[in-house]
């Protein structure tokens, strides 16, 4: 398993675990980030924001918040 940084650009995977604390883990879940769910990275240049498409809609987050988030490619 993999942090959602360390997905290249163009790979499915689907969320395992949010590894935070309760605010972080309350921001993603507002965001429809929670376990089980299937996400398309759209973009990660390595350094800033990450984006993603999720439950038909693009998404940008941080990259502190994008490294709690585990994810398994598929």
């Given at each position: 398993?993999?942090?959602?940084?360390?997905?290249?650009?163009?790979?499915?995977?689907a969320i395992?675990?949010i590894h935070?604390?309760?605010?972080?883990?309350?921001r993603?879940?507002?965001?429809?980030l929670?376990?089980?769910?299937?996400?398309?990275?759209l973009?990660?240049?390595?350094?800033g924001p990450?984006?993603?498409?999720?439950?038909?809609?693009?998404?940008s987050?941080g990259?502190?918040?994008?490294?709690?988030?585990?994810?398994?490619?598929?």
């Open positions: 398993m993999k942090n959602l940084t360390d997905i290249k650009s163009g790979c499915p995977a395992v675990f935070g604390g309760r605010g972080a883990q309350h993603l879940c507002e965001l429809g929670l376990p089980g769910e299937r996400i398309t990275m973009q990660n240049s390595g350094a990450v984006t993603i498409y999720v439950k038909g809609s693009k998404l987050i990259h502190g918040l994008a490294q709690k988030i585990i994810v398994r490619e598929e």
